[in-house]
């Protein structure tokens, strides 16, 4: 499947992969990718996670009895991108040696001409949008923590020169204590090195993005609802979550599944945070280092909201 090694790092431990001599390294390449296809049942359905416009992900399980999951990526989507192949790579190996307790730990990734193939931590309760969308229930003290985990996370990215391009629930992973990791990046930029209008956009997209997600979970629904019930702004959730804040009826968007376990002065607090989040970068949006303090200590005060929804929300600065 592998004709040629352009690049080989990070590799798992767990298959022995050591050598750095050239030769070597494309010998151990086949056997590393073969471990991979095995582990996945060679990408059988079965073990399919899930899957986007860039690729699938599977349930891998590696010779020693760990689990991972495996991205492959979509030859159709570096084939539409493939002006911009050389420094997507090149991003994606600087978000592997971020390091944090929030991000989604990468343990290697192979690749060709033709496939790209990225190894990660497996997450085994799954993707945020199943949880909130789906049939259990979250109870606010772990959808708090959660958004308190993606806040920390993204502001560490941030602090690294770095974004992450595709803020949204189902890129929030929960591990076997529900902590919240981020993943499935967008392809990171870095600051320094892309051009003026990236730097300049790709944060603060973040934040706007971050601020949606925060609506996501309180309100237990995605940020469009596909139905014919309701009118339009209710089926938009940011719509909604403004329509709300201006008849100050806030506590009209908390999922009621919840019950009455709920921190309600908490909850419209941590609302009010993510509707700053979506104010346009020159008229209040936040950096997520803000984010963090305000949502690390109840106590500081909360910049006012706008009385009234701004004619335009918009996550770029133009």
């Not at 095995?38 to 860039?54: A, H, N, P, Q, V």
């Not at 892309?194 to 309100?219: H, M, P, R, T, Y």
């Amino acid at each position: 499947m592998f004709n040629q090694i352009l690049e080989l790092h990070n590799l798992i431990s767990d298959v022995g992969l050591f050598n750095s001599s050239k030769h070597v390294c494309q010998i151990i390449f086949q056997k590393y990718v073969c471990e991979i296809s095995s582990s996945t049942g060679s990408f059988s359905e079965i073990e399919t996670l899930g899957s986007d416009t860039r690729g699938v992900y599977y349930r891998g399980k590696l010779s020693n009895g760990s689990q991972v999951a495996v991205k492959r990526f979509s030859t159709e989507f570096f084939s539409t991108h493939r002006s911009d192949k050389k420094r997507l790579l090149k991003e994606m190996k600087v978000t592997s040696h971020v390091g944090h307790p929030n991000l989604l730990h990468i343990r290697g990734r192979c690749q060709d001409n033709n496939e790209i193939i990225t190894v990660y931590d497996f997450v085994p309760n799954g993707s945020l949008d199943k949880w909130l969308f789906g049939a259990g229930v979250l109870p606010w003290t772990r959808r708090f923590k959660v958004i308190e985990d993606v806040a920390d996370g993204l502001s560490f990215l941030h602090s690294k020169q770095l974004a992450h391009k595709n803020m949204k629930c189902s890129s929030v992973f929960l591990d076997v204590s529900f902590r919240a990791v981020l993943g499935d990046f967008g392809f990171v930029l870095l600051g320094a090195e892309s051009k003026q209008f990236e730097a300049v956009v790709c944060n603060g997209a973040d934040v706007f993005e971050f601020g949606v997600v925060v609506l996501e979970v309180i309100g237990g629904r995605p940020r469009v609802e596909e139905t014919d019930q309701g009118n339009s702004e209710e089926r938009n959730l940011l719509d909604f979550a403004w329509n709300l804040h201006e008849t100050d009826e806030k506590v009209k968007l908390v999922d009621r599944r919840i019950g009455s376990l709920i921190n309600l002065e908490q909850a419209i607090r941590v609302m009010e945070i993510g509707l700053l989040c979506t104010l346009n970068e020159n008229k209040g949006r936040p950096s997520m280092e803000q984010v963090v303090e305000l949502l690390h200590n109840m106590e500081k005060p909360i910049p006012e909201l706008p009385r009234t929804r701004p004619v335009t929300l918009f996550p770029y600065k133009f």
